[in-house]
């Protein structure tokens, strides 16, 4: 098995050790971020099939999760280990990885567009005077002494970056970034995984939901250790221009007003948590709109006289109160289907007249008459998430968040637009 992780391994596994090796695979990784000295781990080893198990397995909590701050702790983790590994390569092993990828792609009936470049790269990386060219100690990220020849389209970071020269619309590829290039479609297989799954079937299967729910307990352990991810009361504001309109929405209505009805106060508590909003922070964040005097708002609540109460609710909504339950933020079905005609919030594609949504949308990005049009007719269509997606490829000016519709959420919103091009340049 590659450790490219194209393919899950299939077979039975005890409930108990599935559960096991994610545990010490969240520890393993949690130690490469943090760059502590490795530490030989069993569950880990390269090319095992408890390797690749707890790969896809983080993979499945990723997407069933719906929490940016895991997704982000793992696409960055992951890309460290598959970093570490391929620049500790022999000539020998790259040869071998190379021809395991080769052999895993042949397999596969359907591949997405990315693969067709890793053939390419992996056909060279098989060449024994290449491989030891590649490996050498002396090997530089200027050398140019090989190179390949792909579609620009496949490697747009470096284009960006002027490290590749264009010729027809092809990008050549010095061996000098090759193990960068490696990195990026690394990444690039394993955000369209987590993009474009639809795992929704195994929400009703019990043993999958109870490891789900105990991984769950460990993440935000691991994530804090880490310092990946925080969100504070005063770069909210810097932030919002990534949020769904969804949430931007609640984000200005309560910056106008100082108050939000009960439900709507709940969901943005709830995506600000999950975006990397620590609980001192949430607490110092509603102090100070709740402080305010409500303008033109008939909430008589106020920080003063309910500061207990909100605390509270705070603490509890973090899972450090009442039932400990660590309540996670709702997803664009649920917005979609509440009540909103009593309240501030809902979906701007379903819940907001043409005008409305798009002063909404206006407020991050200005939208042209082809796509207004394009939006509205979907919103016609009663199509709202499609809408959101189609927003969304617009504020990003990519295409990367295709087919992401199946496990779509506010907080998968803001992963995709804070994060994209962001971990693009990470790679190297």
């Known amino acids: 098995m590659s450790f490219f992780y194209l393919s899950p391994v299939k077979g039975d596994m005890p409930v108990h050790l599935l559960e096991t090796i994610v545990i010490k695979r969240l520890e393993y990784l949690r130690a490469i971020l943090r760059q502590d000295s490795a530490v030989y781990c069993e569950y880990v080893l390269e090319g095992s099939i408890y390797d690749n198990v707890g790969h896809f397995m983080l993979c499945v909590v990723s997407i069933l999760g719906e929490y940016s701050g895991v997704t982000h702790f793992f696409l960055k983790a992951e890309l460290e280990l598959f970093k570490k590994r391929i620049s500790?390569?022999?000539?020998?092993?790259?040869?071998?990885?190379?021809?395991k990828l080769l052999r895993t792609i042949r397999k596969h009936e359907n591949t997405p567009p990315f693969i067709e470049p890793l053939q390419v790269l992996c056909r060279h990386l098989m060449l024994k005077d290449i491989a030891q060219h590649i490996c050498s100690s002396t090997h530089s990220n200027d050398c140019a002494f090989h190179s390949i020849s792909i579609h620009f389209k496949h490697c747009l970071p470096f284009v960006a970056r002027r490290s590749v020269e264009l010729d027809n619309g092809l990008a050549i590829l010095p061996c000098g970034v090759w193990k960068q290039y490696l990195m990026h479609l690394f990444t690039t297989n394993l955000r369209n995984r987590i993009n474009k799954s639809n795992l929704s079937g195994l929400k009703s299967d019990p043993r999958v939901m109870e490891i789900l729910m105990k991984i769950k307990h460990e993440l935000p352990i691991v994530i804090m250790n880490t310092g990946e991810h925080k969100l504070t009361s005063q770069t909210v504001d810097v932030s919002s221009r990534y949020f769904p309109p969804c949430m931007l929405n609640l984000h200005q209505y309560l910056r106008k007003k100082h108050r939000l009805s009960h439900s709507q106060r709940f969901y943005y508590s709830l995506f600000l948590k999950d975006i990397g909003m620590s609980v001192g922070e949430a607490i110092d964040f509603w102090r100070t709109e709740y402080q305010q005097s409500p303008n033109s708002h008939s909430c008589c609540h106020n920080w003063q006289k309910d500061e207990k109460k909100f605390v509270y609710g705070i603490r509890h909504m973090y899972g450090l109160e009442g039932g400990r339950k660590n309540y996670t933020s709702v997803n664009c079905q649920r917005i979609q289907n509440s009540d909103t005609s009593c309240s501030e919030g809902g979906c701007p594609f379903k819940s907001f007249d043409n005008q409305k949504?798009?002063?909404?949308?206006?407020?991050?990005?200005?939208?042209?008459?082809?796509?207004?049009?394009?939006?509205?007719?979907?919103?016609?269509?009663?199509?709202?998430?499609?809408?959101?997606?189609?927003?969304?490829q617009k504020c990003l000016e990519s295409s990367d968040c295709d087919n992401v519709s199946f496990n779509f959420t506010p907080v998968k919103y803001y992963m995709l637009a804070s994060k994209s091009k962001s971990m693009e340049f990470e790679e190297s």
């Open 88 to 99: 500790s390569l022999s000539p020998y092993d790259m040869r071998s990885f190379a021809k």
């Open 357 to 392: 949504m798009i002063q909404v949308l206006n407020s991050q990005t200005k939208m042209t008459n082809t796509m207004m049009s394009q939006i509205c007719e979907l919103k016609r269509k009663h199509q709202y998430t499609s809408a959101c997606v189609l927003y969304l």
